[in-house]
């Protein structure tokens, strides 16, 4: 070898070694990336984003900041350098994160000192950038919070970093290597070996390697063209490792170093484990293919509901023009698809719903449509009902029209069904009524036309020894008649209630002694009143009345005795009650009457209101009591409910309306022993159309010592009342016909302001409310009355005109 060639040889082996060392060195920089980048981190963390502050004044209740920290949260800087209201402060904040800091911040203001939190602010793009909080609390001198302050600092290199890192560790580490060419050899790491599942060594044949990789796939070094430059961009490639053959997805990325002349002879590359990536990835793509084959299923099934659905589908755009149509359009309203799309929905609809329609639509633009029915015109021009559901997404509707034509033409035939049952069942009803009514009247009838009769006989021979029990008979029929009118008419609702102000609690405590009498000794009486119970508005004979056919009803229950309660209460029912319990809401007050007695089943107590139904033996009962009192209630704005279990007793609950204008004045009790009053020659008008209830009154009031003109019906007694002659008292029946009582009155009060007025009536519909009918200076009494109940009722009258006068 000439001293030439040792020269260059000599030359030639420091360059390879220079350049060994390089590649160690580059070789150990690639072992400590790891470590590089968790130092980078640590700088990243050192070199964070510039903080920038916020002040939340507490007591202001006002927030203030610099200019990066109201353009970081997204607020007008300006308007935050001059104060904004603390809610401010939430500005931007992430809705996964907003919950964590509005209770960091509770707990500030609640007491705690320190605020150190991280969480996300929205950006405009839709993205969101990482920041950290810290902040304390400053307290006066009295230990009183103040102030909330702090800074923030961006911190989304940071939490870059982080993931970065993560996603290096776990991709189990990088394996490094180095190719020389012109070798069949590459230098590798530790790690690399790891990678292929090779022993540890420093030096591998590139053949060795490349046996280990996927013969689809490219080679780690292509030996076959030693002079192509390796591709400087990540390569995927799968192995299987050299120890247990399992198969793991790779990638390498390396570069190629060139010498001082130019000539790229050295490669070093990166390798790392890619596989649970690749894994994944393939997880996704066949989801995705799952995805789309149902996105192609559901497309189809769309289609085919589309095109077979019997329903109307519409798509509509924002000025509810049709931007598809179903072929059911041909089916329910005539039209085919292609000749409705483009034009208006509101084109097909019937001319009396078309308002209706366009509200719809305007609702369904912001909000969704549930049966939504509404009359649609066929193509041949008659209706047809649409019952509508409807979605939206942004401006376009899409709507699901149901054809109801029929369901409504069954529901009209089965109301019209229902109709004509109910008629059915109060001509029963009234069959029942009627049926009743004549039983009790012939028996009632027999026993005053029976006394009349015999009367007339013994006084026509002379025999007037024994004819009071006669008179005492016929007088207790017709009493029993007028308390079986009396009956009929509270249950119809058609009595003339005379309603007001009534002390319940009073009113109890009135007729307990007659209560004690009527039940005897083997019922114990109870009485449980609520101090606090208010007054009610009704009307105190029909309540007392009420109240007696329950203790009369509560005795018969308990034949062997037992305990009656009567109670007071107050109770206030809701719009929640009243379509629980039909009761309308409001005030009312309670009376209560229970006993020990029998009870009533479900069956029973469902009948239990119904005209002339009774539990009670033949002859014992007319069936009207609780009727009675069910009307009476009704008709004074109240209810009543039955609440019984057999062999448990039955309570019964009275609602009557408050009074809340009651007057805490209390009426004198009547002096049931006063005398007849007579009168003094005053004048009275009798209005009666029934000549033997006109002759009655008349007998009376001249008995009496009045003066009496009569009229049998309204014209008559307006030519009457036309005259100069003087007239004190007007009493008329209500029901006259042609001109009635209360029209009479209003006619005569305009030429006699001055005149009173008395009622007489035995059913009137309009009279049922005394307040609502009587104007001032009228008055009412009810039929069949007694002739001291007249006598005493017209010289009431005439008295308080004298003294008004």
């Known amino acids: 070898m000439s001293n030439e060639q040792a020269e260059a040889r000599r030359h030639y082996n420091i360059d390879l070694k220079r350049e060994s060392n390089a590649v160690a060195e580059e070789l150990q920089s690639l072992r400590t990336q790891l470590e590089d980048a968790r130092h980078r981190?640590?700088?990243?963390?050192?070199?964070?984003?510039?903080?920038?502050?916020?002040?939340?004044?507490?007591?202001?209740?006002?927030?203030?900041?610099?200019?990066?920290?109201?353009?970081?949260?997204?607020?007008?800087?300006?308007?935050?350098?001059?104060?904004l209201p603390v809610n401010a402060f939430f500005t931007g904040i992430h809705p996964e994160d907003i919950k964590r800091i509005r209770l960091a911040v509770a707990a500030i203001l609640a007491g705690a000192e320190v605020f150190s939190k991280e969480y996300r602010l929205l950006k405009d793009d839709g993205g969101f950038r990482w920041v950290r909080a810290k902040g304390g609390a400053e307290f006066d001198e009295n230990d009183e919070l103040v102030k909330f302050s702090g800074i923030l600092i961006d911190i989304t290199a940071q939490k870059r970093a982080q993931e970065q890192l993560r996603i290096a560790q776990l991709a189990g580490g990088i394996g490094t290597f180095e190719y020389v060419r012109g070798f069949g050899t590459i230098n590798v790491s530790e790690q690399f070996c790891n990678l292929f599942g090779l022993h540890q060594t420093r030096v591998l044949p590139v053949r060795t390697v490349n046996l280990l990789i996927s013969e689809h796939d490219k080679p780690i070094i292509d030996l076959s063209n030693p002079d192509k430059r390796q591709e400087a961009d990540s390569v995927e490639f799968r192995i299987t490792r050299a120890d247990n053959g399992e198969e793991r997805w790779l990638t390498r990325k390396g570069e190629y170093i060139e010498d001082t002349e130019g000539f790229a002879h050295r490669y070093l590359g990166v390798v790392y484990d890619i596989t649970k990536a690749k894994q994944t990835e393939e997880r996704l793509r066949l989801a995705n293919e799952l995805l789309a084959e149902r996105v192609q299923e559901s497309t189809r099934e769309r289609n085919r509901m589309w095109q077979n659905s019997r329903d109307v589908l519409v798509v509509l755009d924002a000025d509810a023009r049709l931007l598809d149509a179903n072929p059911a359009w041909a089916d329910v309203l005539g039209y085919h698809?292609?000749?409705?799309?483009?034009?208006?929905?509101?084109?097909?609809?019937?001319?009396?719903?078309?308002?209706?329609?366009?509200?719809?639509?305007?609702?369904?633009?912001?909000?969704?449509?549930?049966?939504?029915?509404?009359?649609?015109?066929?193509?041949?021009?008659?209706?047809?009902?649409?019952?509508?559901?409807?979605?939206?997404?942004?401006?376009?509707?899409y709507a699901f029209g149901r054809h109801v034509s029929l369901e409504k033409e069954q529901a009209a035939i089965l109301s019209e069904t229902e109709a004509k049952l109910r008629q059915s069942q109060k001509m029963e009803a009234v069959g029942q009524l009627t049926g009743g009514i004549a039983h009790d009247f012939n028996n009632m009838l027999t026993g005053i036309i029976g006394a009349l009769a015999i009367l007339r006989r013994r006084i026509a021979a002379g025999r007037t020894d024994d004819i009071d029990r006669f008179i005492d008979a016929a007088t207790t029929s017709a009493q029993r008649a007028a308390s079986l009118i009396h009956r009929l008419l509270a249950f119809s609702r058609?009595?003339?209630?005379?309603?007001?102000?009534?002390?319940?609690?009073?009113?109890?405590?009135?007729?307990?002694?007659?209560?004690?009498?009527?039940?005897?000794?083997?019922?114990?009486?109870?009485?449980?009143?609520?101090?606090?119970?208010?007054?009610?508005?009704?009307?105190?004979?029909?309540?007392?009345?009420?109240?007696?056919?329950?203790?009369?009803?509560?005795?018969?229950?308990?034949?062997?005795?037992?305990?009656?309660?009567?109670?007071?209460?107050?109770?206030?029912?809701?719009?929640?009650?009243?379509?629980?319990?039909?009761?309308?809401?409001?005030?009312?007050?309670?009376?209560?009457?229970?006993?020990?007695?029998?009870?009533?089943?479900?069956?029973?107590?469902?009948?239990?209101?119904?005209?002339?139904?009774?539990?009670?033996?033949?002859?014992?009962?007319?069936?009207?009591?609780?009727?009675?009192?069910?009307?009476?209630?009704q008709q004074s704005g109240g209810h009543v409910q039955i609440y019984s279990e057999v062999g448990m007793g039955t309570t019964i609950k009275l609602y009557l309306p408050v009074n809340l204008e009651a007057q805490s004045d209390q009426e004198e009790e009547a002096d049931f022993n006063r005398p007849t009053p007579l009168g003094d020659g005053e004048t009275v008008l009798i209005v009666e159309d029934d000549d033997a209830v006109r002759m009655l009154v008349i007998d009376i009031l001249n008995e009496l010592g009045y003066k009496v003109v009569e009229a049998s019906d309204g014209n008559a007694a307006l030519n009457i009342l036309a005259s100069r002659g003087k007239i004190d008292l007007l009493i008329s029946d209500v029901g006259l016909p042609g001109l009635n009582g209360?029209?009479?009155a209003e006619i005569a009060l305009k030429t006699r302001p001055d005149l009173e007025v008395l009622f007489m009536?035995?059913?009137?519909?309009?009279?049922?409310?005394?307040?609502?009918?009587?104007?001032?200076?009228?008055?009412?009494?009810?039929?069949?009355?007694?002739?001291?109940?007249?006598?005493?009722?017209?010289?009431?009258?005439?008295?308080?005109?004298?003294?008004?006068?």
């Open 494 to 633: 058609r009595q003339s209630l005379d309603s007001q102000a009534i002390d319940v609690n009073q009113l109890v405590q009135s007729i307990e002694e007659l209560l004690h009498r009527t039940l005897g000794e083997q019922i114990e009486l109870v009485i449980d009143l609520d101090s606090n119970a208010c007054q009610a508005t009704t009307d105190a004979n029909q309540l007392e009345s009420a109240i007696l056919n329950l203790a009369i009803n509560a005795r018969d229950a308990m034949p062997e005795g037992g305990k009656l309660t009567i109670e007071t209460s107050n109770v206030t029912f809701t719009g929640a009650d009243e379509r629980r319990e039909g009761m309308k809401a409001g005030n009312y007050v309670i009376v209560a009457v229970s006993d020990t007695g029998i009870g009533m089943s479900s069956d029973i107590i469902e009948k239990a209101f119904d005209p002339f139904f009774t539990t009670k033996p033949i002859g014992q009962g007319t069936g009207l009591g609780l009727s009675m009192i069910y009307g009476f209630a």
């Open 41 to 83: 981190l640590e700088l990243t963390l050192d070199s964070a984003g510039t903080p920038c502050a916020w002040v939340w004044d507490v007591k202001e209740r006002r927030l203030t900041g610099d200019a990066r920290f109201a353009t970081i949260i997204g607020l007008d800087p300006i308007a935050l350098a001059e104060g």
């Open 337 to 397: 698809p292609a000749e409705v799309t483009g034009r208006s929905l509101l084109d097909f609809v019937a001319p009396e719903h078309f308002e209706l329609m366009t509200s719809g639509l305007a609702t369904a633009r912001l909000d969704s449509l549930t049966n939504f029915e509404t009359r649609f015109l066929h193509k041949d021009g008659s209706p047809r009902w649409i019952s509508w559901t409807t979605s939206h997404d942004e401006d376009i509707v």
């Open 742 to 744: 209360r029209q009479l």
């Open 761 to 805: 009536t035995g059913y009137a519909a309009t009279a049922a409310s005394r307040a609502d009918f009587l104007a001032p200076g009228m008055d009412m009494i009810t039929k069949p009355f007694a002739i001291d109940d007249l006598a005493q009722k017209v010289r009431e009258i005439l008295l308080n005109k004298k003294h008004q006068g």
